[in-house]
């Protein structure tokens, strides 16, 4: 005889799978260690102190030692979290990206502009080939003022590129050669 508790799997798909559902959540109701899940350990992040609260009081974290149930500062569990995912790397270059115009000024962001940053290594592309020129010039100024925002060794490589020149092959057939000579700019 069946349990008047427990309906009967339908054909259908849908309610197959909210039958296994009910199957597992009444399996895991029977065995209460299979609930049990691995538990995070704040403990090892920066400035957790001690994980232990004291003699017989086990992990309570009620007491005069620092625990790992204390209060944490934000900004050292937020650059754990990045160190333990590696996310540093993104969060840097995305900082370098979008604090630009603070780094070099308004006069230099309005004539270049970020190409690509990865590995440590910062493309720059300007406006005009006097402007990619000047650039070269304000590498050192432009270096100290990125560690000085952003943080140091952050970038080690600025490349400063020129404008981009206009494609001048037409069609599916072009004469081989250097084309037309300007700068650009």
Known sequence: MSDPHVPAPRSEPDDAAAFQA???????????AARRRRKWKPGSMRGAGDTTAGPGLGNAGSGAKPS???????GSLAESLLDARGWSEQVESASVITKW??????????HSQIEHFEDGRLVVRASSTAWATNLKHLMGPVRSRIAEVV???VVT????LGPKAPSWKHGIRSVPGRGP????G
């Open 151 to 153: 943080g140091p060794e």
């Open 181 to 184: 000579r300007d700068t650009y």
């Open 68 to 74: 790992r149930r204390d209060p944490q500062k934000l």
């Open 157 to 160: 490589e600025i490349v400063v």
């Open 22 to 32: 009910l199957e597992r959540a009444r399996a895991l109701a029977k065995n209460p």
């Open 101 to 110: 115009r603070e780094i070099v000024g308004d006069d230099v962001a309005n």
